[in-house]
T-cell receptor, first 118, second 113 residues
Framework: GAVVSQHPSRVICKSGTSVKIECRSL??????MFWYRQVPKQSLMLMAT?????????EQGVEKDKFLINHASLTLSTLTVTSAHPEDSSFYICSARPPSGGKGQTQYFGPGTRLLVL | GNSVTQMEGPVTLSEEAFLTINCTYT??????LFWYVQYPGEGLQLLLK?????DKGSNKGFEATYRKETTSFHLEKGSVQVSDSAVYFCAFVVGNAGNMLTFGGGTRLMVKP
């Protein structure tokens, strides 16, 4: 099946620094990738939709200047948390969908990145 | 708007017990329905899916039937194992590929030997 990787798997940083998280589709091209954040009570909240070659679409309440998303190629999207604060500590998960389209198309998820801001 | 409601956990069962995790949805349009599972320390994995009414998704002994009349997609397993301990997410997508998933809050299942 399709494989999506994330790097790093875990990162600890100081408050005020920036952290970049990579999401790669290893064996397929993804014109669209999604970034989720896992919030208390284990729910997943969509942060933004990353479109290759164009600007990301952010969900309401997500600061686009704080969470920078770049989808530079069909296999790579990056999420940069700028000026990180302790409240940004969370589990960030990306997903990607193969371009074959169709209703009910499965998304494939990365393993997630655990961010801890001290 | 779109939303998914799952039963709150944790759900604690003994091994070989019967499992039901309820899921109901509100969707604008005709959704495809999914169950995802997150094992401890891991990312999300697709467990099963159903794309039209009355379809039954199944995998690893888990089943869920797409009930349009009750807007539900309850997850069931006849005999759970300790290895089934995880967080289970109900989700849907509406429309063509390109639409994002709407997730429920997740239900933690703990199975004791």
């Amino acid at each position: 099946g399709a494989v999506v990787s994330q790097h790093p798997s875990r990162v600890i940083c100081k408050s005020g620094t920036s952290v970049k998280i990579e999401c790669r589709s290893l064996d397929f091209q993804a014109t669209t990738m999604f970034w989720y954040r896992q919030v208390p009570k284990q729910s997943l909240m969509l942060m933004a939709t990353s479109n290759e070659g164009s600007k990301a679409t952010y969900e309401q309440g997500v600061e686009k200047d704080k969470f920078l998303i770049n989808h530079a190629s069909l296999t790579l999207s990056t999420l940069t948390v700028t000026s990180a604060h302790p409240e940004d500590s969370s589990f960030y998960i990306c997903s990607a969908r193969p371009p074959s389209g169709g209703k009910g198309q499965t998304q494939y998820f990365g393993p997630g990145t655990r961010l801890l801001v001290l | 708007g779109n939303s998914v409601t799952q039963m709150e956990g944790p759900v604690t069962l003994s091994e070989e017990a019967f499992l039901t995790i309820n899921c109901t949805y509100t969707a604008t349009g005709y959704p495809s329905l999914f169950w995802y599972v997150q094992y401890p320390g891991e990312g999300l994995q697709l467990l099963l899916k159903a794309t039209k009414a009355d379809d039954k998704g199944s995998n690893k002994g888990f089943e869920a039937t797409y009930r349009k009349e009750t807007t539900s997609f309850h997850l069931e397993k006849g005999s759970v194992q300790v290895s089934d301990s995880a967080v289970y997410f109900c989700a849907f997508v509406v429309g063509n590929a390109g639409n994002m998933l709407t997730f429920g809050g997740g239900t933690r299942l703990m199975v004791k030997p």
